[in-house]
């Protein structure tokens, strides 16, 4: 019968300066980052940390993704150009007046122009959003 045992792992982690200095040579599979570039190396056991290509396949990506690498699918998709433009001009970006619609509408600006001092406003707002 196997047991799972539940374990965090951290990798040694080194600013690219100290690692190119210290130039150490890391054991056979053996994953080092590098903390200021988000890169990492594997080691072989016997290359020398400056001789290492990085490793592919994490850290920041080189150059552009070619579309037909990309896997769409229901939830995750390319938009044609008429789409953002159907989806930008929903929403009116017009200020309403009291004669004319807007962002709210026309009756609506009248109710809030016409308050008198006595009514109360409430204004809704979410912390940290300005």
Known sequence: ?????????????????????KNPVLLKGEVVYESDTRKHKVGDGSTSWNALPYAGGGGDF?????????????????????????????????????????????????KLDDLTGGELVIQCSIPGMN
């Open 1 to 21: 019968m196997s047991k799972t045992i539940q374990s965090r792992i951290q990798h040694p982690v080194y600013t690219a300066a100290v690692l190119k200095a």
């Open 62 to 110: 080189e150059g552009p993704i070619s579309a037909a690498d990309i896997t769409q699918d229901t939830t995750h998709r390319f938009v044609t150009d008429t789409e953002k433009t159907t989806w930008n001009g929903k929403a009116s970006t017009t200020v309403a007046t009291q004669s004319a619609n807007g962002l709210m509408s026309a009756a609506d600006k009248k």
